[in-house]
Structures are given as C-alpha cells and as structure tokens.
C-alpha cells in the first residue's frame, strides 16, 4: 500500500531536479517509489518502434496502471506502476520523460534535459 502520495512525489520531483545520468535518475526515482509503498514499477523504451523492458523494482501483478511518457509530441516510453499508485502515474511520467527521451535515442549525440 502506498503510503503519503504527495511525499513520494515531492521525492521523485527532488530526484528529477537533482539530475544526473539518466539510468541513474530512472533507477533513483523507481527505488523511490517503491520505498514510499509503490509495490510495482517499471519503465519501457521505445525502440524501433517496440516498446522494450527497461529498469523495474518490486513485483508485478496482474493488474497495474499504465501512462505513456511523452517527449515533445513523441511517446518514447511508458511506465506501469501497481494500481494502488494510479494518482501517481501520469505526474510521474511527465517528470521523467525527458530522461527516458535519453534512454530512448539522441543519435549518440550529449543530452541535457
């Protein structure tokens, strides 16, 4: 059971500002989650046109609540989170969605979100 829902967010918020590499920031915002009672979270990437398995924690159920993570216009992932942490899910995606763009494809190119 998720445990304050605007603390864990204020967490993942700090965690964005904060910055970092981008798997660091995905992995440090998912323990997050998961630390303030999220008993399931995942991030998938878009690659070629797929989305494909990128960092979790906890356990998956049966049931979760998914929310495309979109970067100017363009979905380039999704995060699933169990459903007893939908209220978090959409904020959540907005706020890391610049460093899943990262994970996604920047053509080798440097990214600063």
Known sequence: MIGD???????????????GE???????????????????????????????DGPSVGERALESVLAPIDFEGRQVGELELAPDARDLAGRVAELI???????????GEPWEP
């Open 22 to 52: 981008a798997d660091d920031v995905l992995r440090d915002v998912l323990t997050a989650l998961h630390e303030h009672g999220v008993a399931y979270a995942a991030i998938r990437f878009v690659e070629a046109g797929a989305l494909v």
């Open 5 to 19: 829902a605007a603390d864990a967010l204020a967490t993942v918020e700090r965690i964005v500002d904060r910055g």
């Open 97 to 107: 969605a610049p460093y899943v763009l990262v994970g996604w494809d920047t053509s």
